[in-house]
């Protein structure tokens, strides 16, 4: 008797010890999910019609994080487009507390803190790389505006593809396109930096929200405009204009940000959790502007356009009087007259960061 449950006792240890050399990888997950609270979130995404929300924002908030949270997390998420705001109240607004988190472009919240306009100066970066370098390096400076600003916690970086001059020029047979030429042109803008770099050019700025921008260049009421290569393509610039001169003049720096008070009220398990898929999220989004950065030009002159029909634009690249002529705006224009609004001390913390990366130094 006493053998038959030494057996029973030894059976059901070696079980309790198989059972523990199982999947640790599962048991890590589901000891991790244990630890998350229930939340649902209220977020407001990029624009409804861009990829960003469509392939990135949008699944991040209704599968990606509901998924590894074991449903714990959830959200009500929508873009800009649905709820009705610009990207000039979001911010706003998080720090309302209306909304948990949003998706917000830095440049449009620039009227209440100038530093963050600092990471997106127009024309400073003329390629992504150097631009995620520029983001990295100021990346504390904009966490701490957040903070102070808009009680808000900064949770990741990331941008659109390149925004570019599209200018409706009459001629399709004129290829030898400049900057000089567009002295005089009524060009549209959404950012004071942008406005900056367009009175460098002596020309002359139009705010025009996005969703107006084709019916002002077909009625002339601007000559050219100013957005990313996918939106320019998806929102069909090109059956209104007639060239695209691929001068960069910014990113359209993205940040996710949440507020203070609802981060602050999540535990350590969830706030984990979270900053680990968004780490995730943010290194899926900078790949996928690269290829859509270079897919939005393809598609918007001859092709080749896995989007649909080529645009037809005629592609202009910038010679060497375009580029000497872009470093002087931006010198003696965009990074003189930000540093002006912004101040000293935001001007050196400027200088000691991206300054250091584009190897350009802002007037103290």
């Known amino acids: 008797m006493w053998k038959t449950c030494k057996i029973c006792t030894l059976l059901a240890f070696a079980l309790l010890i198989t059972a523990g050399c199982g999947d640790g990888g599962d048991q890590q997950q589901a000891a991790s999910s244990s630890q998350v609270q229930e939340r649902e979130f209220q977020v407001v995404g990029t624009w409804g019609n861009l990829d960003l929300w469509k392939r990135h924002e949008s699944p991040f908030w209704n599968e990606t994080l509901p998924n590894a949270s074991g449903g714990k997390l959830t959200a009500n998420a929508k873009p800009y487009t649905e709820v009705g705001l610009s990207g000039f109240e979001v911010m706003r607004l998080l720090k309302l507390g209306t909304y948990d988190v949003v998706h917000a472009v830095a440049t449009y919240v620039a009227q209440d803190s100038p530093a963050l306009e600092g990471v997106d100066l127009a024309g400073v970066a003329q390629d992504l790389d150097t631009y995620r370098a520029m983001m990295e390096a100021y ?35 004129t290829t030898k396109t400049h900057l000089a030429d567009l002295k005089g042109k009524k060009i ?110 393809d598609c918007n002159a001859s092709g080749p356009c896995p ?9 202009v690249e910038p010679n060497a009087a375009d580029k000497a002529k872009l470093q002087d705006i931006v010198e003696n224009y965009v990074v003189k007259r930000w540093a002006k609004r912004c101040g000293e001390d935001c001007t050196r913390e400027w200088n000691d960061t991206v300054g250091q990366v584009v190897n350009i130094k802002a007037p103290l």
């Open 139 to 173: 990346k504390d400076v904009m966490a701490r505006e957040l903070a102070d600003k808009y009680n808000a916690k900064l949770l990741m970086l990331y941008s659109f593809p390149s925004q570019q001059l599209y200018c409706n020029l009459g001629d399709k047979k």
């Open 307 to 315: 989007r649909g029909e080529p645009g037809g634009m005629v592609p």
């Open 188 to 297: 549209r803008t959404y950012s004071t930096t942008l406005g900056d770099f367009i009175e460098g050019l002596d020309a002359s700025a139009v705010t025009i929200a996005f969703a107006e921008v084709v019916p002002a260049l077909q009625k002339g009421v601007a000559d050219c405009g100013i957005t990313g290569t996918e939106p320019a393509y998806n929102a069909k610039w090109w059956q209104v204009v007639t060239h695209n001169i691929r001068v960069r003049l910014g990113y359209a720096a993205t940040i996710l940000a949440i507020n203070m008070d609802t981060w602050n009220s999540l535990n350590d398990g969830t706030q984990e959790m979270m900053m680990a898929e968004i780490a995730k999220l943010e290194d899926e989004i900078w790949t996928a502007t690269k290829i859509a950065d270079q897919q939005g030009m």
